[in-house]
């Protein structure tokens, strides 16, 4: 599938910088539609999940809007793409331990847990560009391929029950930076913030077959 | 591996042309004699093709950024038209502005004076967004050889040391701190090295340096020597013959892991 031809439905739970991840999908030629309720999920060709804030408070912003058993019969039930970023990422999780012990959606399964901190060399939190190292080919993106992305996180994805360490990143230790499950894909970095590499991972999803 | 950060810092000034404001592009030297030197959108557009890692968007006129429709604007617009993350600062006043930049586009915000004054600001802002939206700027002078934090852009004194500030805005939350020494600034002579390193020994978040670049190798000191996670120039960038690519190859040279590739 082309980028041109996705309708891309952005989940909005004010927990994100929509904007920029809205400018990034417009500047691919997708057309992009803010979804805050079930109805507004109808003739969407992928969904997108942000998140920007502490995971037990974006999990209970995303709860609030009713959408959580209709994103779960998306991606899980019918297999469909959903793209999740940062705390969008983390929600996916089992639980999170930002503030607290807090649960996540649990649709890929695993932990968020803090990073450790060790100055002079790792400084937490890890901001700025790091290298992510693909398992397996996703778009254009080979097997074994190193790509720089912007990081802005304390918190890291660990052990995936569900599905695959798609990408990994390290930063004193090695975590999750992307983790797939069929159709849905979900990367800690901020693609829409990523420059090429950014344009090119967001490419890569827009281009995955919605049904 | 993580790379250091070459980090442009664009100064925005309001200027009124026939009935709109419009913002412009600045440099300072030493946070006086502002000097126009074009348009900020464009050149945030150089700088990203240019591959700077990251922007440093400050209103330095000091008016309450949140109800300040010239900057919301502004920041909308770069970014719809840079795909790269924006600091935002100048003129935060309460923990609301955080919401309202971050809606604009704003990917992380500064604090400066607001968080001086009330410092559980720090606290607030990083219980709802998390630390690693909260950037906390501190400018200091030297006075009397003893380095003072300095607020109302570098022109009052408030008496405190920046390592000892810095130190309180992190166990409240700060996710980094902007530290800029404001003698040096648009000076060219180079970054406080010494200062840099006591304050990077000091805490465990990233530290950003600003405040004296003129050669590409004030950069490599700030990051070998000052222990900087990323270094921000506003001057340097804007006059030079210098631009982040050159900048970021001898940087490279020195040992220093960059970002080579978009």
Known sequence: MSAARAHVGLIDYEAGNVRSIENALDHLGAQVSRVRDAAELEGKTHLLLPGVGAFGHCADKLRATGLVPHLERWAIADERPLLGICVGMQLLADRGEELGDHAGLGFVGGTVRKLASAPPTVRVPHVGWNDVEFAASFGDFAAGERADFYFDHSFAYHDPVHGEVLGTAEHGEKFAAIVRRGKLIAAQFHPEKSQRAGLRFLKAFLGIAPC | ?262
């Not at chain 2, 442009?8 to 126009?36: M, N, Q, Y």
Request: net charge negative.
């Open chain 2, 1 to 262: 591996m993580l790379k250091k950060r070459l980090v442009p810092k664009l100064l925005i000034k309001h200027r009124l042309l026939g009935c709109t404001v419009r913002p412009v592009l600045v440099t300072t030297r030493t946070f006086a004699d502002s000097i126009e030197v074009g348009d900020p959108v464009s050149q945030a557009k150089i700088y990203e093709a240019q591959m700077a890692d990251e922007l440093i968007v400050l209103n330095i006129d000091g008016t309450p950024i949140g109800g300040d429709a010239m900057m919301l604007d502004l920041i909308a617009r770069l970014a719809s038209e840079t795909f790269m993350p924006l600091a935002v600062g100048g003129g935060v006043r309460a923990v609301g502005d955080f919401d309202t930049l971050l809606a604009s586009g704003a990917d992380k915000v500064t604090v400066n004076q607001a968080a001086v004054a009330d410092p559980s600001l720090i606290d607030e802002a990083a219980r709802r967004y998390g630390a690693q939206v909260v950037v906390v700027s501190i400018d200091y002078r030297v006075v009397d050889d003893r380095p003072e934090v300095f607020v109302d852009h570098a022109a009052q004194s408030t008496g405190r040391g920046p390592i000892e500030w810095a130190r309180e805005a992190v166990a409240r939350g700060a996710g980094e701190i902007l530290l800029t020494n404001a003698d040096r600034d648009g000076t060219g002579q180079g970054l406080d090295i010494e200062l840099a390193r006591e304050l990077t020994d000091a805490v465990a978040v990233p530290v950003i340096l600003s405040g004296g670049c003129g050669l590409a190798a004030h950069f490599g000191e700030g990051f070998i020597d000052g222990g900087a996670e990323a270094v921000a120039a506003g001057t340097f960038f804007s006059f030079r013959d210098q631009n982040p690519i050159q900048t970021r190859s001898h940087i490279m040279n020195a040992g220093v892991p960059v970002r080579m590739e978009t």
